[in-house]
């Protein structure tokens, strides 16, 4: 029991729209976390694909 409130906690964390690049706050985050694997918005996405370093 404590476990899954614990496991709840952390997928709320993840799923919580912050882009860890511009910190903007956008729906793309979420999407882009499970299509992609990385928590960034759409703009932070289009400028690492564009100049990647």
């Known amino acids: ?3 899954d409130k614990e496991k ?3 997928i709320e964390k993840e799923l919580d729209n912050i882009c860890e ?3 903007y ?3 793309s ?3 882009n976390l499970i299509l992609l694997g ?3 918005c759409n703009s ?3 400028s690492k ?3 990647p370093l």
């Open 1 to 3: 029991m404590i476990d």
């Open 8 to 10: 709840n906690k952390k």
């Open 21 to 23: 690049e511009c910190k």
């Open 25 to 27: 706050i956008d729906e």
């Open 29 to 31: 985050v979420t999407e």
């Open 38 to 40: 990385y928590k960034l």
């Open 44 to 46: 932070c996405k289009t």
């Open 49 to 51: 694909t564009l100049f």
